[in-house]
T-cell receptor, first 117, second 113 residues
Framework: AQKITQTQPGMFVQEKEAVTLDCTYD???????LFWYKQPSSGEMIFLIY??????QNATEGRYSLNFQKARKSANLVISASQLGDSAMYFC??????????????FGEGTQLTVNP | KAGVTQTPRYLIKTRGQQVTLSCSPI?????VSWYQQTPGQGLQFLFE???????NKGNFPGRFSGRQFSNSRSEMNVSTLELGDSALYLC????????????FGSGTRLTVV
């Protein structure tokens, strides 16, 4: 069964600094996708970035980049130039393609990020 | 392009009652998935509907059910509510093809008293 592990329950960063949120995953599938979502206190899950298992380049979306190390099964999120509005819960998730899991997302436990002024 | 719309946003129900939650996906999206989020269990997959058929199901009791209509709107029903059903219920919409492209709604926060 697939599993996502986020080992940092909480992280603190100073405004304008960069921060890395860790994510490791476990799957036996060759084809899968990795996602990062941001969840502010309002509850909505906001898509940040996606990395496919066959993508050769690390994904980037504005201030977000994904440090994908396939052999180590890690997909860390890097947020550059942190802003106060980045304070939120961050979830790493994986979607496997096919198999008994179908098209569900499996989420990690989340990391609560606090950006200090 | 309108986003994913979930109604209602907040709901308070009494133990033993039943509840129906609604999700309208992004126009053109044929897949709707439901997730339950609680402080203790985190985010857990409930089920996925694609073109009116349940395509995938999580490990939840039969009290949790759903359906999808021809316009892709989906409803989720929970019967005989228990205190432990108190949670944020999130709906995700996707085209249903390929690996990318889940968009979540703002969720329905259900409180069972």
């Amino acid at each position: 069964a697939q599993k996502i592990t986020q080992t940092q329950p909480g992280m603190f960063v100073q405004e304008k600094e960069a921060v890395t949120l860790d994510c490791t995953y476990d799957t036996s599938d060759q084809s899968y996708g990795l996602f990062w979502y941001k969840q502010p206190s309002s509850g909505e899950m906001i898509f940040l970035i996606y990395q496919g298992s066959y993508d050769e380049q690390n994904a980037t979306e504005g201030r977000y980049s994904l440090n994908f190390q396939k052999a180590r099964k890690s997909a860390n999120l890097v947020i550059s130039a942190s802003q106060l509005g980045d304070s939120a819960m961050y979830f790493c998730a994986m979607r496997e393609f096919g198999g008994t899991s179908g098209s569900r997302l499996t989420f990690g436990e989340g990391t609560q990020l606090t950006v200090n002024p | 392009k309108a986003g994913v719309t979930q109604t209602p946003r907040y709901l308070i129900k009494t133990r033993g009652q039943q509840v129906t939650l609604s999700c309208s996906p992004i126009s053109g999206h044929r897949s709707v998935s439901w997730y339950q989020q609680t402080p203790g269990q985190g985010l857990q997959f409930l089920f996925e509907y694609f073109s009116e058929t349940q395509r995938n199901k999580g490990n939840f009791p039969g009290r949790f059910s759903g359906r999808q209509f021809s316009n892709s709107r989906s409803e989720m029903n929970v019967s005989t509510l228990e205190l432990g059903d108190s949670a944020l219920y999130l709906c995700a919409s996707s085209s249903g093809v390929g690996l990318k492209g889940y968009t979540f709604g703002s969720g329905t926060r259900l409180t069972v008293v």
